[in-house]
């Protein structure tokens, strides 16, 4: 269970991204910018959301979730670290390697991951200090 709560939500940005990239995506090189959903506005203009607009949507949610768990302390905080390291890496070997992933969409959802692995650090750091106290004899430098 440990090990799975320390897998890094943007593992699933990746995942779908793959899964429809080499699926559906494969026979059809426009299908990032198709329209998922439509809505009629009030002011009469139509919002669409683009598939691609809703995949980097959600790779925001899950980097919003690793922030919130970067604010963890003990081993799995430190597994989750290094599994978000390991996911910044994928994408960017995907990114460098596979004509499917060099796309502003992939590129997105790489910086979305790199987001993650600099934030988990700064976010663990800032936390470690503030538990740790310097002084002597209750002192504080």
Known sequence: MRLFSALPFTLF???IYNALAFTTGAGNPLF???PMISIAMVSG???ELLASDLLITLGLFFLFIEILKATRIGTTALLDHMFSVLVFVAYLVEFLV????ATSLFFILMVISLIDVIAGFSISITGARRDVS??????HL
């Open 13 to 15: 940005s990746l995942l």
């Open 134 to 139: 310097f002084g002597h004899g209750g002192e």
């Open 32 to 34: 990032w910018s198709e």
């Open 45 to 47: 203009a139509t919002f």
């Open 98 to 101: 596979l004509p499917q992933a």
